[in-house]
Nanobody
Framework: QVQLVESGGELVQPGGSLRLSCAAS????????VGWFRQAPGRERNFVGA????????YFAASVKGRFTISRDNAKNTVYLSMTSLKPEDTAVYYC????????????????WGQGTQVTVSS
């Protein structure tokens, strides 16, 4: 069983930057791929990006490619989602999740989820 806690969400102006963290405990974190998803009110949960267990490969949704990056520090059991050039449409609750599928893009590719952190992009 892996427990995940996201943090770093806040209100930011359009064009701004933000870094979210996903801290893991209770499992073999370094053996899992990590995905980030987001969910806006009234909408389905959508894939943002993912990173392999060893951190060598990442994959992003077209809507965030070139603006978002993912990195991980397995020694700290933490994954980071760095977001730049933020837009109002990036407003959502952001979730991290772990699984063994690799660079999965669907929620069912992941086994454990955090509780989410709110990101609001507004002037």
């Amino acid at each position: 069983q892996v427990q995940l806690v996201e943090s770093g969400g806040e209100l930011v102006q359009p064009g701004g930057s933000l870094r979210l963290s996903c801290a893991a405990s209770g499992g073999s974190f370094s053996t899992y791929a990590v995905g980030w998803f987001r969910q806006a009110p009234g909408r389905e949960r959508n894939f943002v990006g993912a990173i392999t267990d060893d951190g060598t490969k990442t994959y992003f949704a077209a809507s965030v490619k070139g603006r978002f990056t993912i990195s991980r520090d397995n020694a700290k059991n933490t994954v980071y989602l760095s977001m730049t050039s933020l837009k109002p449409e990036d407003t959502a609750v952001y979730y991290c999740a772990v699984g063994n599928y690799g660079l999965g893009t669907q929620p069912y590719h992941y086994d454990y989820w955090g509780q989410g952190t709110q990101v609001t992009v507004s002037s």
